[in-house]
């Protein structure tokens, strides 16, 4: 099984901000299987990213994807107040797992 | 609009059974893998279960043997028909629907999820 690594747990940080979110796997992800979610309390999570660097319909271009092997990256170049949330990786490549989650705050 | 609503959840007593429903519309049911992924109060997500458009199953090992999914595409309905629950078993259930085209599902419409609590 792939194990999926997030860091760091918590990123505090400012509206207008970058964010920089890690996800390491175990082991190589396949085609570059790997997706980011967003949660928001109380609500269900909301595809953000997939095959590591698409953004999913209607996602704004503030939020991008890279990385590819072992090491990947979710980028939120300027946060908006609605961005605070937890985020989640994923990978699709050998059985599915998701990884720990990051949790953006308001500093 | 795509859209998903679960129900079926409740309270269960350690060792009962329950079942779940996911009603979906707005898409073509019929032609995608099926999914349903938990979570704990205050942890992450998990897998539990994918039905393929096929009728081919998966499970997570965590549930395997206790836990069956199934699908009525007449009804555009999944199911999840839970038994032996355990306390860990205690989670929200979402619903979710496979964007498509890969061997492994990933997801790009979810419920809003129900609540399973399996207590005495």
């Known amino acids: 099984e792939i194990v999926l690594t997030q860091s760091p747990g918590t990123l505090s940080l400012s509206p207008g901000e970058r964010a920089t979110l890690s996800c390491r796997a175990s082991q190589s992800v396949s085609s570059t299987y790997l997706a980011w979610y967003q949660q928001k309390p109380g609500q269900a999570p909301r595809l953000l990213i997939y095959?590591?660097?698409s953004r999913a319909t209607g996602i704004p271009d503030r939020f991008s994807g890279s990385g590819s092997g072992t090491d990947f990256t979710l980028t939120i170049t300027r946060l908006e107040p609605e961005d605070f949330a937890v985020y989640y990786c994923q990978q699709y490549g050998s059985s599915l797992t998701f990884g720990g989650g990051t949790k953006v705050e308001i500093k | 609009e795509v859209q998903l609503l679960e129900s079926g959840g409740g309270l269960v007593q350690p060792g009962g059974s329950l079942s779940l429903s996911c009603a979906a519309s707005?898409?073509?049911?019929?032609?995608?893998?099926m999914n349903w992924v938990r979570q704990a109060p205050g942890k992450g997500l998990e897998w539990v279960s994918t039905i393929t458009s096929g009728g081919g199953t998966f499970y997570a090992d965590s549930v395997k043997g206790r836990f069956t999914i199934s699908r009525d595409n007449s009804k555009n309905t999944l199911y999840l028909q839970m038994s032996s629950l355990r306390a860990e078993d205690t989670a929200h259930y979402y619903c979710?629907?496979?964007?498509?085209?890969?061997?492994?599902?990933?997801?790009?419409?979810w419920g809003q999820g129900i609540l399973v609590t399996v207590s005495s």
């Open positions: 979710a629907k496979d964007r498509g085209g890969t061997y492994f599902p990933y997801f790009d419409y």
């Open positions: 707005g898409f073509s049911f019929r032609n995608y893998a």
């Open positions: 095959g590591a660097s």
